[in-house]
C-alpha cells in the first residue's frame, strides 16, 4: 500500500482448467485500481493491478468453451451461478466471486503470476496493467472485430457501472429528472445512460469546470459546479431542476456527496450510491423525508449488470451511434507511463486514461 508502480517481468504460468490467456491490447485506469493503492480497498501486495482490459485469447485451459483468437472483453465478476445471490438473478453479488477476489488468486484461489519463485497476486481476477493475463474463461466476453479495444475495456467496468446504476438500479424512464454528481470515467458513463434514455433534465455537478463543460458536450441540460457543501450544492440542484431530481447518482465515493444526492431528491427519488467509499465511511441524512415523501437511499454495484447480458448491449449501442464512449478516452498512454495515468486522474483533468498495451513508451 502507498508504493511505487513498477514496470517489470514476472512469470505467468499456463491457463488451468477453465481458465484463458488473454493477450491484452488496452486497459483503463480506473478510480479503484487507486484505492487499492492508497488503502482504501484491502488489496493482498504484491499485486498486479488494472481490472478493464480488452485483447484477444491466445490459449485456454481444458473444458474452455472461450475460442483461441476470440477478441474480449474482461469482466471482474465470474458468477458462479449457484450460491445464494446468483439463485435470486443477483450475480452481480455472488458472493463467492466477492470472497475470491480477497486472496488475491483466481477461482480455486491460487495465483498464476510469480517473481522469482515467490507468488504476485491478481487485482480482481484479472490484472490487465500487463501485456498478457490468465483469467478465468468467465471473465471474457467476445466482441465484434469492429469495436475498439479501448472502448471495450472501459465498457467492461466504467461504463457498464455507470449505465447500469442508471439503467438496471435505478431504472429511469424518459422523462425522470436526473443529476449526476461527480464527472469522471463512471459518473459521465451514468449521464451518457441517462440522456440515452431520454432523462430529462440531466443535471451534471462536478469541482472541475472542464468536466462540467465536457458533461455538456455529452448532452447534459445543466452544469452545477460544486458549492462548498453538500446543503448548497443540493440547493443549487434544486433550484434548476425545479424542485429536486427523480435519481441522483453519486459517483465520487465522498460522504459529503452521497448527502447532497439525497437532499437534491424530490418525492419517491433515490440517491444512487456507486462510488467507493472508506471502510469507516458514515453518512448522516435527515430521518423525516425517508417516510415522509418515500425518498430512497439506493446501492448500486457494477450497475447491477450481468456481463454477458449487458456488455454486448452496450457494444450495440456504441456501434449504433447512441453511446459515444470513445469520447470518455482523454488520453492513452504506454504502460510505461502507468505512473502519469494516475496523476492525469488524480489532478481532475483526464475523464478516463487508456493503457495502449501495444505502445511503447
Known amino acids: 500500500m502507498g508504493g511505487p508502480l513498477t514496470v517489470e517481468d514476472l512469470d505467468l504460468a499456463p491457463p488451468r482448467a ?3 490467456l488473454v493477450r491484452l491490447h488496452a486497459s ?4 479503484s485500481d487507486y484505492n487499492a493503492i492508497d488503502g482504501t480497498a484491502g488489496t493482498r501486495c504484491p499485486a498486479v493491478l488494472g481490472h478493464e482490459g480488452a485483447g484477444v485469447v491466445e490459449a485456454v485451459g481444458e473444458g474452455t468453451d472461450v475460442a483461441v483468437g476470440r477478441r474480449v472483453m474482461l469482466s471482474w465478476m465470474p458468477a458462479c451461478g449457484h450460491c445464494g445471490e446468483c439463485v435470486r438473478d443477483l450475480s452481480h453479488l455472488c458472493s463467492e466471486s466477492w470472497a475470491g477476489m480477497g486472496h488475491g488468486g483466481l477461482l480455486d484461489g491460487t495465483p498464476r503470476l510469480s517473481r522469482d519463485g515467490e507468488p504476485v497476486y491478481h487485482y480482481s481476477f484479472l490484472s490487465t496493467f500487463a501485456e498478457r493475463s490468465v483469467v478465468p474463461a468467465a471473465c471474457c466476453i467476445p466482441i465484434p472485430d469492429n469495436v475498439p479495444f479501448d472502448v471495450a475495456a472501459l465498457a467492461g467496468c466504467a461504463v457498464a457501472t455507470g449505465t447500469g446504476a442508471v439503467w438496471r438500479t435505478a431504472g429511469v424512464r424518459p422523462g425522470d429528472r436526473v443529476a ?6 463512471v459518473g459521465m458513463s451514468a449521464l451518457l445512460g441517462a440522456v440515452a434514455v431520454g432523462a430529462d433534465p440531466v443535471v451534471a455537478v462536478d469541482v472541475a469546470d472542464e468536466k462540467l463543460a465536457a458533461a455538456e458536450s455529452l448532452g447534459a441540460t445543466h452544469a452545477v459546479a460544486w458549492a462548498g457543501s453538500a446543503e448548497a450544492t443540493a440547493e443549487r440542484i434544486l433550484e434548476v431542476t425545479g424542485g429536486g431530481v427523480d435519481y441522483a447518482i453519486e459517483a465520487t465515493g465522498r460522504p459529503e456527496a452521497a448527502l447532497a ?6 418525492a ?3 440517491a444512487v450510491l456507486i462510488g467507493i467509499f472508506a471502510a469507516d465511511a ?3 441524512l435527515p430521518a423525516a423525508p425517508i417516510p415522509r415523501q418515500e425518498r ?5 454495484v457494477y450497475g447491477s449488470s450481468r456481463p454477458e447480458r449487458d456488455f454486448p448491449a ?9 453511446l459515444p464512449l470513445d469520447r470518455l478516452v482523454s488520453q492513452r498512454l504506454p504502460l510505461d507511463a502507468v505512473e502519469d495515468a494516475f496523476a492525469a486522474m488524480r489532478g481532475g483533468e483526464a475523464l478516463r486514461v487508456v493503457l495502449d498495451l501495444e505502445r511503447a513508451a
Open 18 to 20: 477453465g481458465e484463458a
Open 28 to 31: 483503463g485506469v480506473c478510480h
Open 180 to 185: 449526476v454528481i461527480g464527472c469522471g470515467g
Open 261 to 266: 444526492a439525497f437532499l437534491s431528491t424530490r
Open 268 to 270: 419517491r427519488g433515490a
Open 282 to 284: 458514515t453518512i448522516t
Open 296 to 300: 430512497r437511499i439506493l446501492g448500486s
Open 314 to 322: 452496450l457494444l450495440e449501442l456504441y456501434r449504433r451511434g447512441r
